[in-house]
């Protein structure tokens, strides 16, 4: 009884998304081009205690999950990018890796194309949340960073010179440009590095996204000496590619224009 009820759960569409997210990321709304609700196929085999992990309440306002190029999501930042948001994803996702670890290989074929693999592999609240909505530690006001914005601070991140240099203390002391390079080329490396050469502006490690990074293996070191990056959506207007079971983040490749890939050659 409880197994066909928890399937009606799993497949219920609705038009009016109720203001939390009650279902966790088991829920489909086209028109902000979001499919998280398994199939039947899936949660069949799956463990109840999986599904009962993916299916639990998350402490998030439904706009979190908009598309980045949804007309209007911009202005929904200020109000749904909370500190409880991002500490409820970040359990969820706890939740569901420790619920979800005993699936034989066939099934784990199955759900790489969902957003329970996602949430598995904690890119979630990294893809949902932090790329959009990191704040100035300051300020507390959303970051908004264009595509020159980037360029520049990668330039002082990379370059060679003196770290008392103007545009490397000019790119230290805000909060929005090292907090975005940290997140686009994630390396325990780079973290290192930029630690040191920002160590008398900015603590890089107490970031707010740190320890999600690192739950989901972000910080291993570059692989052969390099390291690809690309510049994440949320600094530029976005060019969405569907996939298979998931739209947007964390199932596609945010493109940017003609997509930036740049190499730190080691």
């Known amino acids: 009884m409880r197994r066909s009820s928890l399937f009606l759960l799993l497949f219920s569409r609705s038009a009016n998304v109720s203001a939390l997210l009650y279902n966790g990321l088991n829920t489909t709304i086209a028109n902000w ?8 196929t899936i949660a069949s085999q ?53 619920a979800c670890i005993d699936i034989d290989e066939q099934l784990n074929r199955a759900i790489n194309d969902t957003w329970l693999e996602s949430a598995r592999e904690g890119n979630v609240v990294l893809d949902v949340y932090w790329k959009n909505c990191l ?5 507390q006001d959303i970051c908004e960073i264009s595509k020159t914005d980037f360029e520049i601070a990668w330039d002082a991140a990379v370059d060679e010179g003196p770290s008392t240099s103007a545009a490397k203390q000019a790119f230290c002391t805000n ?51 390099s390291t690809a990056m ?24 945010w493109i940017v224009g003609v997509v930036l890939v740049i190499m730190i050659m080691g």
């Open 33 to 40: 081009q979001f499919l998280g609700a398994l199939n039947s």
């Open 46 to 98: 799956l463990p109840v205690a999986c599904v009962d992990a993916y299916t639990a309440p998350i402490d998030c306002a439904a706009e979190i999950l908009m598309s980045p190029t949804t007309k209007g999501k911009k202005r929904t930042l200020g109000s749904v990018c909370k500190t409880d948001c991002a500490a409820s994803l970040f359990a969820y996702e706890k939740k569901i890796r420790s």
């Open 135 to 139: 704040r100035d530690l300051n300020t």
């Open 175 to 225: 909060s929005c440009l090292t907090q975005t390079i940290v997140l686009t080329a994630p390396t325990s490396e780079n973290l290192a590095q930029l630690q040191e050469m920002c160590d008398n502006t900015n603590d890089i490690e107490a970031f707010p996204f740190i320890d999600a990074m690192r739950f989901a293996g972000k910080l291993g070191a570059a692989q052969n000496g």
């Open 230 to 253: 690309l510049i994440p959506g949320t600094m530029a207007e976005v060019v969405q590619v569907s996939g298979a079971g998931r739209i947007f983040g964390a199932s596609v490749l």
